[in-house]
């Protein structure tokens, strides 16, 4: 056994106990860390397989973008674990149905062995020695260009629904328009109200006494 088998052994084991602890530890934010871990492993398994930008990619995308986002709303949330412990034996039966299914498929698969681990030939008019970023932008936008204009698709009406869900109109706060912000004019600003006087005007006898008088 080489040393890149070795390590592809030391990466899997690490990536199946990580994924195992993520279902089976009862506190949220280590569970997060766990998939952190899971995610870390794989990408090493990506390594070995000379996909170092599908391996980097996972770390910037997943690791460093989702799950701290994940991270700090599961610290952030106030969650009530006796409340989500108590259904768990309820609902075992079908967790370990579906777990067995699962398992079996996974057996059927392995056991039938990758045939076609062939390596790739070389796509028409490419040189054989090109990077699998390269090989792998040509393929997006030229075989796959459609499902990929697909998927987008799918991604942004995901993202716009996700937005008009949770969008909420609260009457208790106040909030200002910014296109009333923009279109207000210097009259909307200032009204000069003209007011009655509440005291009358003192009158000419009850008037305060001139300097001659006050020397006098």
């Given at each position: 056994m080489d040393v890149k088998t070795g390590l592809f052994y030391v990466f899997a084991t690490v990536l199946l106990l990580a994924a195992f602890r993520v279902i089976t530890t009862r506190n949220p934010v280590h569970a997060v860390l766990f998939l952190v871990l899971a995610f870390f492993q794989?990408?090493?398994?990506?390594?070995?397989?000379?996909?170092?930008?599908?391996?980097?990619?996972?770390?910037?995308?997943y690791v460093g973008a989702v799950m701290v986002l994940f991270l700090f709303v599961v610290m952030m949330l106030d969650i009530n674990l006796d409340g989500v412990r108590q259904g768990f034996?309820?609902?075992?039966?079908?967790?370990?149905?579906?777990?067995?299914?699962?398992?079996v498929e996974m057996?059927?698969?392995?056991?039938?062995?990758f045939p076609n681990t062939a390596a790739p030939a070389a796509m028409a008019g490419v040189a054989h020695e090109v990077s699998n970023t390269k090989a792998l932008g040509m393929?997006?936008?030229?075989?796959?260009?459609?499902?990929?204009?697909?998927?987008?698709?799918?991604?942004?009406?995901?993202?716009?629904?996700?937005i008009a869900l949770t969008l909420r109109h609260r009457k208790d706060v106040k909030a200002i328009d910014?296109?009333?912000?923009v279109r207000v004019k210097w009259a909307d600003r200032l009204v000069v109200v003209k007011l009655n006087a509440t005291q009358a005007a003192p009158s000419a006898s009850a008037a305060e006494p001139t300097l001659e008088e006050k020397k006098a």
């Open positions: 794989a990408s090493m398994i990506w390594m070995l397989l000379e996909a170092e930008f599908l391996a980097i990619t996972l770390v910037l995308v034996w309820k609902n075992f039966p079908l967790a370990a149905l579906v777990g067995v299914v699962i398992i057996s059927a698969v392995l056991l039938a062995g393929l997006m936008y030229t075989r796959y260009l459609y499902p990929l204009e697909v998927a987008a698709a799918i991604l942004l009406v995901g993202m716009i629904a996700a910014p296109a009333d912000q």
